[in-house]
């Protein structure tokens, strides 16, 4: 039986150094990890980390491979799913555009189609919920390192080459007025704008602070991205109909998806309890009106 095993491993590999000779080179995947430098061993606080996270579930197992446990979602909680048209797009960055020409300190922002989306659907959170204008609030999404390294990775590393942008230093009250949008998308714009080389070595500071939320915390964050090409998949069933984040049940998290009509549009996922969802229905279009 051993030699069988070795023996299909042996074929396995065969066939994918065989499959991958045959591609671009751009295109042939890297499986080598040495390409990645880690020169302050952020890889042992990270793997420290979830070694301290797997005592507390699997009483001081550390190899154990129990699942992390997730709560049940509440019997109230709702989805719901916008579409939102490269129009609409348009008209969320042009009313930046405006509305940042027109305040006190005008500054050039970045508008790219997630910091528009993302810093929209994240205001528009925000205001769904109410509640204390002092209550503390942050936004957290996962950034692509490949470039950002040094030296940089190349983009057909096979692997997760990851990190996040993390900032918990907020409250409601700057995203509830009429600047609302415009301050989340300053401070979105400019999360994108300060990511550089260093970007990897905040992973511990990140795990540190999600571990320790102030109470009545708000912290909303982003799940895929519109960039995938989700809808343009076929494993040989044809299309999707619709992609759905199961994941997103869990916390509050922006599901992100290039549009079902491959032109430019992009899908927003929420789930919440009715009653934030009935407020978050109501508002998400207000902006739109031009």
Same mark, same amino acid.
């Given at each position: 039986?051993?030699?069988?095993?070795?023996?299909?491993?042996?074929?396995?590999?065969?066939?994918?150094?065989?499959?991958?000779?045959?591609?671009?080179?751009?295109?042939?995947?890297?499986?080598?990890?040495?390409?990645?430098?880690?020169?302050?061993?952020?890889?042992?606080?990270?793997?420290?980390?979830?070694?301290?996270?797997?005592?507390?579930?699997?009483?001081?197992?550390?190899?154990?491979?129990?699942?992390? !446990?997730? !709560?049940? /979602?509440?019997?109230?909680?709702?989805?719901?799913?916008?579409?939102?048209?490269?129009?609409?797009?348009?008209?969320?960055?042009?009313?930046?555009?405006?509305?940042?020409?027109?305040?006190?300190?005008?500054?050039?922002?970045?508008?790219?189609?997630?910091?528009?989306?993302?810093?929209?659907?994240?205001?528009?959170?925000?205001?769904?919920?109410?509640?204390? /204008?002092?209550?503390?609030?942050?936004?957290?999404?996962?950034?692509?390192?490949?470039?950002?390294?040094?030296? /940089?990775?190349?983009?057909?590393?096979?692997?997760?080459?990851?990190?996040?942008?993390?900032?918990?230093?907020?409250?409601?009250?700057?995203?509830?007025?009429?600047?609302?949008?415009?301050?989340?998308?300053?401070?979105?714009?400019?999360?994108?704008?300060?990511?550089?080389?260093?970007?990897?070595?905040?992973? /511990?500071?990140?795990?540190?602070?999600?571990?320790?939320?102030?109470?009545?915390?708000? #912290?909303?964050?982003?799940?895929?991205?519109?960039?995938?090409?989700?809808?343009?998949?076929?494993?040989?069933?044809?299309?999707?109909?619709?992609?759905?984040?199961?994941?997103?049940?869990?916390?509050?998290?922006?599901?992100?998806?290039?549009?079902?009509?491959?032109?430019?549009?992009?899908?927003?996922?929420?789930? #919440?309890?009715?009653?934030?969802?009935?407020?978050?229905?109501?508002?998400?279009?207000?902006?739109?009106?031009?």
């Amino acid at each position: 039986m051993f030699l069988k095993s070795w023996a299909y491993t042996c074929k396995l590999q065969q066939d994918q150094t065989v499959n991958a000779s045959l591609l671009p080179q751009d295109l042939t995947p890297i499986y080598d990890r040495t390409v990645i430098k880690d020169p302050n061993d952020i890889e042992t606080e990270v793997m420290n980390h979830w070694k301290s996270k797997l005592k507390i579930i699997s009483d001081g197992n550390v190899k154990s491979l129990k699942i992390l !446990p997730t !709560p049940e /979602p509440s019997p109230d909680v709702v989805r719901f799913t916008l579409d939102l048209t490269r129009e609409d797009i348009q008209t969320l960055r042009e009313r930046l555009k405006r509305e940042s020409s027109a305040s006190s300190s005008p500054k050039e922002l970045r508008l790219s189609t997630f910091v528009v989306t993302f810093s929209y659907a994240f205001t528009c959170l925000v205001r769904a919920r109410g509640g204390d /204008p002092k209550r503390p609030i942050g936004y957290v999404f996962s950034v692509d390192c490949r470039s950002l390294l040094d030296p /940089p990775i190349p983009s057909n590393y096979f692997g997760n080459c990851l990190s996040a942008s993390f900032n918990m230093k907020l409250t409601a009250e700057t995203f509830m007025g009429e600047e609302g949008f415009l301050n989340a998308a300053r401070m979105v714009s400019d999360s994108v704008e300060e990511l550089d080389e260093t970007v990897s070595s905040n992973i /511990p500071e990140i795990f540190a602070a999600n571990s320790s939320l102030p109470p009545g915390a708000q #912290l909303i964050s982003a799940s895929g991205s519109s960039r995938f090409g989700v809808y343009g998949l076929d494993f040989g069933w044809g299309k999707p109909e619709r992609v759905a984040i199961v994941s997103i049940d869990q916390g509050e998290v922006i599901s992100m998806a290039d549009g079902r009509d491959g032109i430019g549009g992009v899908e927003l996922g929420f789930s #919440l309890q009715k009653h934030e969802m009935e407020n978050l229905i109501y508002l998400l279009p207000e902006g739109l009106k031009g």
